[in-house]
């Protein structure tokens, strides 16, 4: 008599949910993907078996899949009323993905715009936040990330760190900024030497800095504004 194997009992690079965690969601088949929402199998099959039957009654079509209810889901052995009802919402969710309008990146086109993102969350703060927004060919936000955070007179920044980040993102550009809690919003030397060594590196890996802004309680500076970059 033939042993059947359970999930488990894979190597773990081969297990649906440990194989999207190591090698990125794209890595799954449709199969794999629909197990993960089924989570076991039943006492024949395991959950990739039980989907895979599951995709050749739906002739592996994702959208016949999509079209199936859950009483007709039921209908397979292992599939109870639970896991039906997550492949059904699972699926509704991604059609309406694809209903949903990508939204538009906000674009930056001043100082006052960098300011203006950031006024509400470090002017207040009584200790350094440093943030880097990273920007497309159209100067519009990818992403903003927190670098570091410090204390009430400075912050550690690694540039190595922004530059990876910068390139993950594929930014053609980033603007820095960060706080003053001490309310004045005059760059200090640290921070000039680190905005024209973040310059130069920048040309080096072709990747443009905008702007350093410097946000206070009252108001920012700009390296940019005050011809400084």
Not at 137 to 151: A, D, E, F, V
Not at 188 to 203: F, Q
Request: charged content about 25%; aromatic content about 6%; some cysteine.
């Amino acid at each position: 008599m033939e042993t059947r194997l359970s999930i488990k009992s894979w190597a773990e690079e081969d297990r649906p949910r440990e194989k999207l965690l190591q090698k990125g969601k794209h890595s799954l088949s449709d199969a794999e993907l629909l197990a993960i929402l089924i989570g076991s199998g039943n006492a024949e099959e395991t959950a990739v078996e039980l989907a895979r039957k599951i995709l050749a009654h739906s002739n592996h079509s994702l959208y016949t899949l999509g079209k199936m209810n859950a009483s007709e889901l039921m209908k397979f052995k292992g599939i109870g009323e639970a896991k039906a009802i997550t492949i059904v919402a699972a699926l509704e969710l991604a059609r309406r993905r694809k209903e949903t309008p990508e939204a538009e990146l906000e674009k930056i086109s001043s100082s006052t715009d960098v300011a203006s993102l950031f006024q509400n969350r470090l002017g207040d703060l009584n200790h350094e936040e440093f943030w880097v927004v990273y920007l497309n060919r159209s100067n519009k936000i990818l992403n903003k990330q927190q670098l570091s955070s410090g204390g009430m007179s400075g912050t550690v920044v690694d540039p190595r760190m922004i530059f990876k980040s910068a390139l993950d993102y594929k930014a053609q550009a980033i603007i820095l900024c960060h706080n003053h809690p001490s309310g004045t919003a005059k760059p200090s030397e640290a921070d000039i030497r680190l905005t024209k060594n973040m310059v130069e590196a920048g040309k080096v890996l072709e990747i443009s800095v905008l702007d350093h802004i410097i946000i206070t309680q009252q108001g920012f500076f700009s390296f940019a504004d005050e011809g400084m970059m």
